[in-house]
């Protein structure tokens, strides 16, 4: 039997996933043909060059949209995420009611990962910087409502209540919070309004929400001023474009204060090294022949005859072709923007062979994700700032209280009674484990509640100080820094200075290129068009000056009032960008257009030639921008997955039976 190649064209987080389940899944039955074995192939391009290992250093963290970025890159230092950042950990209970991202949480057990798995919480009271106005949520009130005037007292509630008002055109609340992965799924397809709309409604009962368009939807119902308040405080303004309506609902409900992720105190980078070293071990154990090609990117890929056919190109020249090869398979592990590249250089071409993803039903379902720039700069200080209560007059509100697991072990080792452990790790209505409080008042009162009993002075002194966490924040404003997350000193060595970080911006849309045009700085003309600048290959920029002192502007508004001048903000240690918007990803995340039956989308796309009428290649498409898990890594591996389950015998690494990787149709 001739020896088996497979080559996968992208090393971020489907193609490293990719790889590593390749060489490590169990395959039966038909499926032990499609296993790799001794003598085999198995080639990674990565247009990039990430910095896996001392054998292969490069000039960034791993994970493609993922970038952990570490004060003077040291690893030992404080870090900042200039890409995705965290992940909805799973409990490992299989029933459909369990949330979380499965996948992400097995692979970080796999991987032997969970020992650096640490609560990155979002602040129950976060700070609102909205027109001028300072505010925490919890002082939003009818007497003091946020500076919009919104309809029906609209002002005087979250600006999160503008999802649920769209929601509820669909679906009771209680409803919403019962609703299951595979339910969701068939909303997107069958979900419609279900109560009366009024007359000068521009949608109507029964109609598709798949077929409608969020931004239309919110701005038809909440009106100019609602719209701009959930917009606006929000702090996302990817959530509020004019995406299908069916997966909006579903997936703003991730952006809700209270809800819980993880990170790794490693870097969310680390997960992707740890996938890239257990792909190269595996291999050397099991006799495959495992190729790393670097600064090197997929030019073309055609089906000619039996045989894929592809050409490459190199970083220095990606747009010439500087060589080619032929597979058994291809993993086209990259977004829409990187897709349209290869399918460029055979478009305009005759040529032999199928050319998959020019074929028009495909680039209709390309078309299906809609590309969402981001940008993101971090900024290292030498102090927490913006959290000193005493000089700052709107301090983050991210001091918070939460028992973990390892929190009811070391009460446990400390002597605190274990009938009150008992009592904590059982409550339900309200839990108390994995539950962030704040203040520490309300999480005391809520444990003696639990526990039926008062604590001592000593027993409060110990369940507060094993328990208190800092949250992310965010604070949120309507100026183009948007949202600033806190990440504080979160160096693995805590010896020598603290050094304290935080995302100094998190935007995405329009206000990204707010900070495009200061990254040049004053009297500089461009020279390199912005289609041939791959900065996120290279990794975090420097800021100039000028653009220090913009954010600077911007964070002194949110933190010390309207009228603060930019001094009041410490001039940084360091700060960097990711601009995201640039090649070859052109957006931080994807979302589905309006028109589209998404369940389709995910089924087909994966392997384009099933929406070719007698056409059969093993070309396959997996990436988070066709998945049922947008802008997350979850996304990514699920669709991976699912290709490896239903096309390569590879049994699925948790049951799917309660938790679809990819949408059925």
Same mark, same amino acid.
């Given at each position: 039997?001739?020896?088996?190649?497979?080559?996968?064209?992208?090393?971020?987080?489907?193609?490293?996933?990719?790889?590593?389940?390749?060489?490590?899944?169990?395959?039966?039955?038909?499926?032990?043909?499609?296993?790799?074995?001794?003598?085999?192939?198995?080639?990674?391009?990565?247009?990039?060059? !990430?910095?896996?290992?001392?054998?292969?250093?490069?000039?960034?963290?791993?994970?493609?949209?993922?970038?952990?970025?570490?004060?003077?890159?040291?690893?030992?230092?404080?870090?900042?995420?200039?890409?995705?950042?965290?992940?909805?950990?799973?409990?490992?209970?299989?029933?459909?009611?369990?949330?979380?991202?499965?996948?992400?949480?097995?692979?970080?057990?796999?991987?032997?990962?969970?020992?650096?798995?640490?609560?990155?919480?979002?602040?129950?009271?976060?700070?609102?910087?909205?027109?001028?106005?300072?505010?925490?949520?919890?002082?939003?009130?009818?007497?003091?409502?946020?500076?919009?005037?919104?309809?029906?007292?609209?002002?005087?509630?979250?600006?999160?209540?503008?999802?649920?008002?769209?929601?509820?055109?669909?679906?009771?609340?209680?409803?919403?919070?019962?609703?299951?992965?595979?339910?969701?799924?068939?909303?997107?397809?069958?979900?419609?309004?279900?109560?009366?709309?009024?007359?000068?409604?521009?949608?109507?009962?029964?109609?598709?929400?798949?077929?409608?368009?969020?931004?239309?939807?919110?701005?038809?119902? +909440?009106?100019?001023?609602?719209?701009?308040?959930?917009?606006?405080?929000?702090?996302?303004?990817?959530?509020?474009?004019?995406?299908?309506?069916?997966?909006?609902?579903?997936?703003?409900?991730?952006?809700?204060?209270?809800?819980?992720?993880?990170?790794?105190?490693?870097?969310?980078?680390?997960?992707?090294?740890?996938?890239?070293?257990?792909?190269?071990?595996?291999?050397?154990?099991?006799?495959?022949?495992?190729? @790393?090609?670097?600064?090197?990117?997929?030019?073309?890929?055609?089906?000619?005859?039996?045989?894929?056919?592809?050409?490459?190109?190199?970083?220095?020249?990606?747009?010439?072709?500087?060589?080619?090869?032929?597979?058994?398979?291809?993993?086209?592990?990259?977004?829409?923007?990187?897709?349209?590249?290869?399918?460029?250089?055979?478009?305009? /071409?005759?040529?032999?062979?199928?050319?998959?993803?020019?074929?028009?039903?495909? /680039?209709?379902?390309?078309?299906?994700?809609?590309?969402?720039?981001? @940008?993101? #700069?971090?900024?290292?200080?030498?102090?927490?700032?913006?959290?000193?209560?005493?000089?700052?007059?709107?301090?983050?509100? #991210?001091?918070?209280?939460?028992?973990?697991?390892?929190?009811?072990?070391?009460?446990?080792?400390?002597?605190?009674?274990?009938? !009150?452990?008992?009592?904590?790790?059982?409550?339900?209505?309200?839990?108390?484990?994995?539950?962030?409080?704040?203040?520490?008042?309300?999480?005391?009162?809520?444990?003696?509640?639990?526990?039926?009993?008062?604590?001592?002075?000593?027993? /409060?002194?110990?369940?507060?100080?094993?328990?208190?966490?800092?949250?992310?924040?965010?604070?949120?404003?309507?100026?183009?820094?948007?949202?600033?997350? @806190?990440?504080?000193?979160?160096?693995?060595? /805590?010896?020598?200075?603290?050094? !304290?970080?935080? +995302?100094?911006?998190?935007?995405?849309?329009?206000?990204?290129?707010?900070?495009?045009?200061?990254?040049?700085?004053?009297?500089?003309?461009?020279?390199?068009?912005?289609?041939?600048?791959?900065?996120?290959?290279?990794?975090?920029?420097?800021?100039?000056?000028?653009?220090?002192?913009?954010?600077?502007?911007?964070?002194?508004?949110?933190?010390?009032?309207?009228?603060?001048?930019?001094?009041?903000?410490?001039?940084?240690?360091?700060?960097?960008?990711?601009?995201?918007?640039?090649?070859?990803?052109?957006?931080?995340?994807?979302?589905?257009?309006?028109?589209?039956?998404?369940?389709?989308?995910?089924?087909?796309?994966?392997?384009?030639?099933q929406l070719i009428k007698g056409a059969d290649a093993d070309i396959f498409i997996v990436g988070e921008a066709y998945s049922n898990d947008q802008a997350?890594?979850?996304?990514?591996?699920?669709?991976?997955?699912?290709?490896?389950?239903?096309?390569?015998?590879?049994?699925?690494?948790?049951?799917?039976?309660? @938790?679809?990787?990819?949408?059925?149709?």
């Amino acid at each position: 039997m001739p020896h088996k190649t497979y080559s996968i064209f992208g090393a971020g987080a489907a193609g490293l996933y990719t790889a590593w389940r390749l060489l490590d899944g169990k395959t039966t039955g038909k499926g032990k043909s499609r296993q790799l074995g001794k003598g085999d192939t198995l080639e990674l391009y990565d247009w990039g060059k !990430y910095d896996f290992s001392k054998a292969n250093p490069g000039s960034r963290a791993p994970g493609a949209r993922v970038c952990t970025w570490h004060y003077k890159d040291d690893k030992n230092s404080s870090y900042l995420e200039l890409g995705g950042m965290r992940y909805s950990d799973w409990n490992g209970e299989d029933g459909p009611e369990n949330e979380g991202h499965r996948l992400v949480t097995t692979v970080i057990k796999e991987l032997d990962l969970k020992k650096y798995s640490v609560p990155f919480n979002e602040s129950t009271n976060p700070l609102f910087y909205l027109r001028t106005k300072n505010m925490y949520l919890n002082s939003i009130t009818s007497s003091n409502p946020a500076p919009y005037y919104v309809d029906h007292f609209g002002a005087a509630t979250s600006p999160d209540n503008g999802f649920s008002v769209i929601q509820d055109l669909a679906m009771t609340p209680a409803k919403a919070k019962k609703i299951t992965r595979a339910q969701w799924c068939e909303f997107y397809n069958k979900g419609t309004i279900a109560v009366e709309l009024q007359d000068s409604s521009v949608f109507k009962k029964g109609d598709r929400m798949t077929d409608i368009g969020y931004w239309d939807l919110m701005f038809d119902q +909440l009106g100019p001023e609602g719209f701009s308040y959930t917009a606006d405080g929000n702090g996302y303004t990817s959530n509020v474009i004019n995406w299908n309506s069916a997966v909006a609902i579903d997936a703003n409900n991730e952006f809700v204060p209270g809800n819980e992720y993880k990170t790794l105190t490693t870097g969310y980078s680390s997960i992707f090294t740890a996938l890239f070293d257990a792909a190269v071990r595996l291999a050397k154990k099991q006799g495959v022949h495992f190729k @790393y090609h670097p600064n090197t990117r997929l030019h073309s890929i055609l089906k000619i005859g039996k045989t894929i056919h592809y050409s490459i190109a190199t970083r220095e020249n990606p747009n010439k072709k500087s060589g080619s090869g032929t597979t058994d398979a291809a993993w086209l592990a990259m977004p829409r923007y990187a897709l349209d590249l290869v399918a460029q250089a055979t478009r305009y /071409q005759s040529h032999d062979g199928l050319d998959v993803l020019n074929h028009r039903k495909v /680039q209709l379902y390309l078309e299906s994700a809609i590309m969402q720039p981001s @940008y993101k #700069i971090g900024m290292f200080f030498s102090s927490a700032w913006w959290a000193d209560t005493a000089n700052t007059p709107y301090p983050a509100q #991210i001091e918070a209280y939460e028992v973990t697991a390892d929190v009811l072990k070391q009460l446990a080792a400390e002597g605190f009674p274990n009938k !009150y452990i008992a009592a904590m790790d059982a409550a339900t209505k309200p839990a108390i484990v994995e539950t962030p409080y704040t203040p520490a008042a309300a999480f005391i009162q809520t444990v003696e509640s639990c526990i039926q009993e008062r604590l001592t002075v000593k027993q /409060q002194e110990l369940l507060l100080k094993l328990s208190a966490r800092n949250t992310i924040g965010p604070s949120v404003t309507d100026t183009p820094i948007r949202q600033i997350v @806190y990440f504080g000193n979160n160096a693995i060595s /805590q010896k020598g200075d603290a050094v !304290y970080g935080i +995302l100094a911006s998190y935007d995405d849309e329009q206000f990204t290129t707010f900070w495009e045009t200061l990254e040049l700085g004053p009297n500089k003309e461009r020279r390199v068009p912005l289609s041939d600048d791959t900065q996120p290959l290279e990794g975090p920029r420097n800021v100039p000056d000028r653009m220090v002192k913009m954010l600077r502007k911007q964070l002194a508004a949110v933190h010390f009032g309207p009228q603060s001048d930019y001094s009041a903000v410490p001039e940084p240690l360091e700060a960097r960008y990711m601009d995201w918007s640039l090649p070859p990803f052109n957006a931080g995340y994807h979302a589905y257009a309006a028109h589209y039956n998404v369940c389709d989308v995910q089924q087909k796309i994966r392997k384009p030639s099933q929406l070719i009428k007698g056409a059969d290649a093993d070309i396959f498409i997996v990436g988070e921008a066709y998945s049922n898990d947008q802008a997350w890594v979850e996304g990514a591996f699920c669709t991976a997955e699912s290709v490896l389950n239903d096309f390569f015998g590879i049994e699925p690494i948790i049951s799917n039976k309660n @938790y679809p990787f990819i949408c059925s149709c």
